[in-house]
């Protein structure tokens, strides 16, 4: 089984994204009367173009998600994945928001799980070996989410058909590096 580890800020959203719906969501947050609006509210929290990069990497690579952000145990923000028919397998256990020990929590107890990614826009929370299977997204700050280009690459490793070797010892800072 195919995983997706999905984070939200910064993946199915950004600062920019938001401050432009941030009207819209004050407006509507003032008369949130019945489940189904709470459910809608979720939607304007996350960017349409986000969320069609994400169906397109489980239609094309047969994965389900499991959620790991601070959100996860929301109601209304699963239940608007689900009506995205975005299938959620599960969340990762709440472990002091260490998302690291949560991911490795989730893979021990979950042995049917045989390759996974993980999208989120910061890493330096993972583990080495989970680095191998970041697929990072720009910073909440500054970015505007999931794009085309992770969404290439994440379908290219959850279908082997391109692996992330190793990590880099280091990183060029410079044009020339120093030998």
């Keep these: 089984m195919k995983v997706i580890f999905l984070d939200k800020d910064g993946v199915l959203n950004s600062k920019n994204y938001l401050m432009k719906e941030q009207q819209i969501r004050n407006a509507f947050s003032k008369i949130l009367r019945t489940e189904e609006d709470k459910i809608r509210y979720e939607m304007f929290s996350m960017n349409p173009k986000c969320l069609h990069c994400l169906k397109e990497i489980i239609l094309e690579t047969g994965s389900f998600v499991v959620l790991t952000n601070t959100d ?6 699963q239940r608007f994945l689900e009506m995205c028919k975005i299938p ?3 969340v990762t256990p709440y472990l002091g928001n260490k998302r690291n020990l949560e991911i490795d929590a989730y893979l021990k107890e979950h042995q049917e799980i045989t390759d996974y990614i993980i999208l989120d826009d910061e890493e330096k929370t993972f583990s080495e070996e989970q680095k191998l299977h970041l697929i990072q997204t720009d910073s909440y700050l500054k970015g505007n989410g999931l794009k085309d280009q992770n969404v290439e690459e994440a379908i290219s490793y959850l279908n082997g058909i391109q692996r992330k070797k190793e990590l880099s010892p280091f990183r060029i800072t410079s044009k020339y590096p120093e030998w």
């Design 88 to 90: 959620i397998y599960g």
């Design 72 to 77: 996860r145990f929301n109601e209304y923000f």
